[in-house]
């Protein structure tokens, strides 16, 4: 028997069926070890001895990693198929590692899609774990981890914010930064003028063919007064124009493109996606739609560029046929796969339709449609330009008029493109025309827009900040850890966030910035490519990194804490609010010599009657946190809920009824209440 170990539990069942009976498809359910929190600063990294890693279990691990060593004693040979990245690579290494495997145990398989076709032919192409790629991805761990549990530390000790880190305060700091430019911004009023005629509109954009700008009512009045309602026609040039269809989706375009048409976040995106990826249940087969969706790269696999032209000239016609999109490599793109497309261009939307959800069948339609238009022929465009001429002011019109829908067959809900039909002045004899009007209108110059999470993940991309796996969970930490708000889906810095990068670029200003960020993801990548030392990297971050942070603790005041107004019980010092792990709390300001800590009163939500003794179902909280409804009585009393238990009981089996947002169901069988 061989087994296969993947990362999702959802995948292994989909793989299983492909392989067949000589196979046994388990899962990891993601990463088995990280960074212990021991040593020097609780990094789990001996900086001391080459940045050796400590590595341990994940908690809740244990369990699995014991049978997944039981199967590997079992197995006849052991395959590591978990993701084609960096991060892939390094969870393979751990189980290798982990599971005590030699190097005639085992090989590494990796695959771009979850169909039949390529889980087989990625056994044609298994090969051992690339220890470049590995180290690639540990030292970035090792960075996030010095660099998040040190200015965390620094952060919480100075500051009301919780934590920073390599990536995530670069990105606030774009933000912060945006803001203040927004603040400093002074608008300028200017005015247009326009000659409004039966079919269309021309506006005033030159004097003597030179460039003008209207800055006040004044000049738009003394401009009006030297007009009159003839128009020269002075020329009509119509140019055929090419439109070319965009590349297929990256990571960021999909997250930016979803955002903007579907409404969709980051996060949100991100989720379903990978459900698309994972497996779908289709009506005769369980098969992976989309190929993996991280990645940079806007490559096609030559059977999906085959089959696509196949299916273009079948449904659309030859003539809709178009190229491949080709970009040349740039800095901090690693093209370590295809970009993100459909498994299969016969597997429309319309025909998926009936097995996803409807937000999962619209983020798969754009996938698709993106795909194919990526490889359909330019549209076509005739595009008119108009130049007329009034007392030596000269007023421009365009036009643009659709001659080969080309892509657009399949995409023009995905883009805007306006058709503007102007009427055929070059035929007109008299070459003058008479506007019906000649308006004027006040503008004022606007700010810079704010970053909403689309442009912000644009700009990373852009500045080379950040992977394609990380966009969505940086902009959510930003969100979680309450450094932005989120006001018409732009973001705004809070005080909070506004005080930490203040903070940071005092003492980190060399480290916490673009520069830095996008130089050490190139130096991540030559680790990748076997062209530079990981240790290397590492000294020379951390020996410029932690003298900063120590000048910092020594140097950077304290946050005063903020007094309540009462005095200590105990010792008659003021008492102030502080910062715990679950939250706030009121404490002595004379800690550690006293320890007084308030204790709050807390209101009690009485729900119903208990159904087992005499108390009260109250509202209660978990050690973590988490709502459950429990018996006030407790520990005589051990009636617990973690739904909201109502005073109705059960018609088959007598137990209360819970609520679960709009469902009522029983707390002890299977039973649902009809609405």
């Not at 296969?4 to 899962?27: M, N, Q, R, W």
């Not at 800095?331 to 261009?345: C, G, L």
């Not at 009657?609 to 005499?614: G, V």
Request: net charge neutral; with cysteine; aromatic share 10%.
């Amino acid at each position: 028997m061989n087994l296969v170990i993947v990362e999702s539990p959802a995948k292994s069942k989909t793989i299983e069926k492909y392989l067949g009976k000589d196979y046994k498809v388990l899962s990891s359910k993601g990463h088995i070890r990280d960074l212990s929190t021991k040593g020097k600063y609780g990094l789990g990294i001996d900086v001391d001895n080459d940045f050796k890693p400590d590595y341990v279990s994940i908690k809740g691990k244990s369990k699995m990693i014991s049978e997944l060593k039981k199967e590997v004693k079992a197995a006849d040979y052991v395959y590591l198929a978990t993701d084609p990245d960096r991060e892939g690579e390094a969870i393979s290494w751990h189980l290798y590692d982990v599971l005590g495997l030699k190097d005639s145990d085992y090989e590494r398989i990796v695959f771009n899609e979850i169909t039949k076709d390529a889980i087989i032919h990625s056994f044609d192409n298994a090969r051992k774990i690339d220890k470049d790629l590995v180290n690639s991805q540990e030292t970035r761990r090792m960075l996030d981890r010095i660099i998040g549990f040190r200015l965390s530390k620094l952060m919480q000790a100075k500051t009301d914010g919780t934590s920073a880190g390599r990536v995530q305060s670069v990105a606030l700091k774009l933000i912060v930064d945006k803001e203040r430019e927004i603040e400093k911004f002074i608008p300028s009023e200017y005015w247009t003028i326009t000659g409004l005629f039966n079919d269309f509109e021309a506006d005033l954009y030159q004097y003597n063919h030179k460039d003008i700008e209207i800055k006040n009512e004044v000049e738009a009045n003394e401009i009006l007064d030297k007009l009159s309602k003839s128009f020269k026609i002075e020329s009509v040039d119509k140019k055929a124009k090419n439109k070319k269809s965009n590349p297929p989706f990256t990571t960021s375009t999909l997250q930016r493109l979803a955002s903007n048409k579907l409404g969709f976040n980051a996060k949100k995106t991100m989720s379903l996606a990978q459900k698309l990826y994972e497996g779908v249940e289709l009506e005769k087969e369980t098969v992976g739609l989309i190929s993996y969706m991280r990645t940079d790269s806007i490559r096609l696999a030559d059977e999906f560029i085959k089959a696509t032209y196949g299916y273009i000239k079948a449904t659309y016609g030859e003539e809709y046929i178009g190229f491949v999109k080709t970009t040349k490599k740039t800095e901090n793109v690693q093209d370590a796969h295809e970009a993100i497309r459909p498994t299969s261009i016969n597997r429309t939307p319309e025909a998926v339709k009936p097995y996803l959800t409807n937000d999962e069948y619209k983020l798969y339609k754009m996938i698709y449609t993106r795909a194919l238009a990526s490889l359909m022929n330019d549209a076509k465009t005739d595009n008119t330009t108009v130049i007329l001429d009034n007392n030596n002011y000269q007023f421009k019109a365009t036009g643009q008029v659709i001659t080969f829908d080309g892509y657009l067959k399949v995409y023009s809900e995905y883009e805007d493109t306006v058709e503007k039909e102007l009427p055929a002045l070059e035929s007109y004899n008299s070459k003058i025309l008479v506007a019906n009007d000649i308006s004027k209108e006040q503008h004022f110059t606007k700010p810079p827009a704010r970053y909403t999470e689309a442009s912000l993940i644009k700009e990373m991309e852009e500045l080379g900040i950040g992977r394609p796996s990380t966009y969505a969970t940086t902009v959510e930490t930003l969100k979680v850890r309450n450094y932005v708000d989120v006001v018409d889906k732009k973001f705004i810095p809070t005080e909070i966030g506004i005080q930490i990068t203040d903070k940071l670029q005092e003492c980190f200003s060399h480290i916490i910035n673009v520069e830095y960020t996008a130089n050490m993801e190139t130096d991540l990548d030559k680790i990748a490519d076997g062209k530079e030392s990981w240790v290397k990297v590492l000294k020379e971050f951390y020996n410029d990194f932690e003298p900063a942070v120590k000048e910092a603790f020594d140097k950077m005041p304290k946050k005063e804490a903020v007094k309540t107004g009462e005095d200590c019980p105990n010792c008659g010092s003021p008492l102030v609010i502080r910062k715990g792990k679950y939250g706030s709390f009121t404490a002595c300001s004379n800690y550690p010599t006293c320890k007084y800590i308030k204790q709050e009163e807390k209101e009690i939500k009485e729900i119903i009657d208990c159904p087992n003794c005499d108390g009260k179902i109250i509202e209660k909280r978990s050690k973590k946190g988490k709502v459950f409804y429990g018996c006030n009585n407790y520990p005589k009393c051990k009636t617990a809920f973690w739904d909201m238990p109502i005073a109705e009981k059960c018609p088959n089996c007598g137990s209360l009824l819970t609520v679960k947002g709009k469902k009522v169901k029983c707390s002890s069988c299977d039973y649902v209440k009809e609405d």
